[in-house]
């Protein structure tokens, strides 16, 4: 029971940090912005569904890639750490708004997919996979959703709680936490290769 506690917090904590809500947030209010308050509960259930299903899929096709293409799990943490780290400095030097502002209509997409599941979600949810296993994984990504469930239902409470300036404070600070993630990725991936190599 401890062991998977243990597991759980260290499955939740990137899959929060790859979310970054406080920049869903704002980017949810504005996209649903005049709509009545059963419009945006809709979009809201839509999204977290829309969300849960493409994790869930990609999670359980991500190892079936992997075999048909020869990529091992190491080639995998290196190359999805470097892509985290991408989103991370791009998230620190720019406004995240900017980037993640996805063409096309409001409803499931944009906000269930890629606001709250993009590609950078999904590379930390294989990698998750492969590091603690999929029931921590899984369960971590549900309570996450639950936790983004509940923050976009008080989307507007919160933010006028905290403030943009707060949001946008915050959100810089899980970029800079994404990025570290992202760096403990690619070193364990190189640790791995060296070490295989060392007993050949």
Do not use: C, W
């Amino acid at each position: 029971m401890e062991q998977l506690l243990l597991k759980l917090i260290n499955t939740f904590i990137p899959i929060f940090v790859a979310i970054d809500i406080f920049v869903v947030l704002p980017l949810f209010i504005s996209l649903t912005e005049g709509m009545s308050k059963a419009e945006r509960s809709s979009v809201v259930r839509d999204s977290i569904v829309t969300a849960a299903l493409v994790s869930i899929a990609f999670i359980g096709l991500g190892e079936i890639v992997f075999k048909m293409l020869g990529i091992t799990t190491n080639d995998f943490k290196i190359a999805g750490g470097l892509i985290l780290l991408v989103f991370a400095v791009l998230d620190v030097v720019k406004h995240s708004e900017e980037r993640r502002m996805p063409p096309g209509k409001m409803g499931v997409v944009p906000i269930g997919v890629p606001l709250i599941v993009g590609p950078a979600v999904l590379t930390t949810l294989l990698v998750l996979v492969d590091h603690y296993g999929l029931l921590s994984t899984v369960l971590s990504l549900f309570f996450n959703l639950l936790v983004v469930y509940v923050s976009l239902i008080n989307a507007e409470r919160i933010i006028r709680l905290m403030g943009r300036g707060g949001i946008a404070a915050l959100s810089k600070i899980m970029a800079i936490l994404l990025g570290s993630i992202a760096v403990m990725m690619i070193r364990i991936g190189i640790e791995n290769i060296l070490r295989d190599y060392a007993v050949k």
